[in-house]
């Protein structure tokens, strides 16, 4: 069974960094990309940022320079590391899992909420 | 960025009928289009792929059509457990886009 646990979510303030860790098991880790999704309280899904299975990024241009995704495969992790955050990158943060070559997602986390606020 | 318009904003249906979705793209995304449903308080849920391919695990009564700008999920007879929030997504170009979501909503 795929199982995907977020964590690193929580309160920071306007310009601070948060680091996101996503934990994923039954699969095969190496060989798929992963990605990150978000949605803002009240607002629909908005994609973040993937990782393929050879390492090659992806960034929306709301993020590019500054959230950095990262993978682990010793360590069957993946992380997203956010820095000079806003009020507007509050949201619930999914890792999530993509299809073999392709880049829609099948597997989903539970999410962890990111709150900036001063 | 492509922009993924979906319509209309909620529908208001009784279960058993049917349910028709669009999602329009503002450029040519040829079959490169997924379907998911979200529910409050869980993860969301792969239905389509490309357009016109289901999941694995999802049941019959979903559909996808379309290709090029203009794309339709129809669920030919809504099931209680149906009424959810269906978003479209597009891969065909960098950024990733999703639409803006529709509510399918008991009437």
């Known amino acids: 069974e795929v199982q995907l646990l977020e964590s690193g979510g929580g309160l920071v303030q306007p310009g601070g960094s948060l680091r996101l860790s996503c934990a994923a098991s039954g699969f095969t880790f190496s060989n798929y990309g992963m990605t990150w999704v978000r949605q803002a309280p009240g607002k629909g899904l908005e994609w973040v940022s993937l990782i393929g299975a050879t390492g090659g990024t992806q960034y929306a241009d709301s993020v590019k320079g500054r959230f950095t995704i990262s993978r682990d495969n010793s360590k069957n992790t993946v992380y997203l590391g956010m820095n000079s955050l806003r009020a507007e990158d509050t949201a619930v943060y999914y890792c999530?899992?993509?299809?073999?070559?392709?880049?829609?997602?099948?597997?989903w986390g539970q999410g962890t909420l990111v709150t900036v606020s001063s | 960025e492509i922009v993924l318009t979906q319509s209309p904003a909620t529908l208001s249906l009784s279960p058993g009928e049917r349910a028709t979705l669009s999602c329009r793209a503002s450029q040519s995304v040829s079959s490169y289009l997924a379907w998911y449903q979200h529910k409050p308080g869980q993860a969301p849920r792969l239905l389509i792929y490309d357009a016109s391919n289901r999941a694995t695990g999802i049941p019959a009564r979903f559909s996808g059509s379309g290709s090029g700008t203009d794309f339709t999920l129809t669920i030919s007879s809504l099931e209680p457990e149906d009424f959810a929030l269906y978003y479209c997504q597009q891969r065909s170009n960098w950024p990733l886009t999703f639409g803006q979501g529709t509510k399918v909503e008991i009437k």
């Open positions: 999530a899992k993509t299809m073999t070559s392709l880049a829609y997602v099948d597997y």
